[in-house]
């Protein structure tokens, strides 16, 4: 494989995230395999755009990195399919606007893609908690709660299901295949924190692409930033819900047998042997045992009522999401509008 073949898409909504914008673009621009160009998708935030465009104003005459407004509706899905239409790589990587990945993530990720069978290679997403420690109560099992690798998944490199949008790459012909990212199921600026849009794009790309193969790498690594709001539990506990609805969402688009499958493991086999561990420390007195315990039981409560409550509504009104046409930067060619 030549170099300069990954575009790299990082989705950016606020200034807030200012520095954290600045550092994981930095982190692209340091790959040992480097990167074909950087694309910061701005989310309907015309400040942010402009300061943005002065602040890589040299580097995009290079066409090391270039700024483009979200062209579709507000949210994280039409974002990255903005990226996806303007790449001009083979791969299309995604990082998230408050990470930083490490020096051979993108080498690792190209690795992957020697078989031509592969069509996505996601990485492993490590918290930088802005407390400097992990909350002594905050189970591993749910880092997925704040956008990081669980415990429980398997190590090294190794088949799944879907793989993890914040740290991902697919083959761009696998847009191709299966279109772009649904509009409507995953997040939209600070709004309920929504997700699982990885996830239905996964199962449609596999059902378009029945010999398709996904992996997981977990040498491909990134460090993304826990701000202080989301170490405390009531976001924990608002996130678990939201993943439950979420997750209700995709089930129905895509059936309970692939949407849940992965789920039935890790509900039946981690999040069990989690509360043993918790329950074991604090016999053991070690701080943090009853707290982990307590949080694990909580977020499964709390996910199932949501999907439950998920379950209902989109039975009632159907699953409004649709997959957006990814329309090829300079070709005019896009893919047929579908109801997801």
Same mark, same amino acid.
């Given at each position: 494989?030549? /170099? ?27 790959? =040992? %395999? ?6 910061? #998708? ?6 942010? @755009? ?8 040299? %580097? ?10 979200? &062209?579709?509706?507000?949210? %994280? +899905? ?24 490490? !020096? ?5 990720? *190209? ?24 909350? &002594? ?31 991902? +790459?697919? !083959? ?25 849009? /990885? ?5 449609? @790309? ?6 398709? #193969? ?5 040498? =491909? ?9 989301? /170490? ?13 609805? +979420?997750?209700? @969402? ?5 059936? +309970? ?26 016999? @053991? ?14 977020? #499964? ?12 509504? *989109? ?17 005019? /060619? ?7």
């Amino acid at each position: 494989m030549t /170099e300069h073949h990954f575009s790299v898409v990082v989705c950016v909504y606020t200034e807030d995230r200012w520095e954290d914008i600045l550092a994981a673009v930095s982190s692209v621009r340091t790959q =040992s %395999l480097p990167a074909l160009e950087t694309l910061l #998708v701005v989310d309907h935030n015309e400040r942010l @755009l402009e300061r943005l465009r002065a602040e890589f104003k040299d %580097l995009a005459a290079a066409g090391e990195v270039r700024v483009l407004a979200n &062209a579709g509706p507000r949210g %994280l +899905s039409a974002g990255r399919n903005t990226g996806i239409a303007a790449a001009r790589g083979e791969f299309v990587a995604f990082l998230d606007d408050d990470a930083v990945a490490e !020096r051979d993530w993108l080498r690792h990720f *190209a690795e992957g893609y020697g078989d031509l069978r592969v069509m996505a290679v996601g990485g492993r997403t490590m918290p930088a908690w802005a407390s400097g420690r992990r909350p &002594a109560w905050f189970p591993e099992e749910f880092d997925w709660v704040v956008g990081c690798t669980y415990r429980g998944l398997p190590p090294g490199r190794v088949v799944v299901r879907n793989v993890l949008g914040g740290n991902a +790459s697919f !083959r761009k012909s696998a847009f191709d295949a299966a279109g772009g990212f649904a509009t409507g199921i995953g997040r939209d600026g600070d709004k309920r924190p929504l997700g699982c849009e /990885e996830t239905e794009l996964c199962i449609r @790309l596999a059902k378009a692409l029945p010999g398709a #193969v996904l992996l997981i790498d977990d040498r =491909s690594v990134i460090h993304h930033r826990v701000p202080p709001a989301r /170490e405390r539990f009531g976001y924990f506990r608002a996130r678990a819900y939201a993943e439950g609805l +979420s997750k209700a @969402l995709v089930a129905r688009s895509v059936g +309970s047998g692939k949407g849940l499958e992965s789920e039935r493991r890790y509900t039946t086999r981690v999040l069990p042997a989690g509360v043993v561990r918790g329950v074991r420390d604090a016999v @053991l007195g070690r701080a943090g045992g009853a707290g982990r315990a307590g949080a694990i039981v909580t977020g #499964v409560a709390v996910a199932a009522g949501g999907y439950l409550l998920g379950t209902v509504r *989109a039975r009632r009104n159907g699953v409004s999401f649709q997959v957006a046409p990814i329309e090829h930067a300079g070709t005019g /060619e896009s893919e047929e509008d579908e109801a997801a």
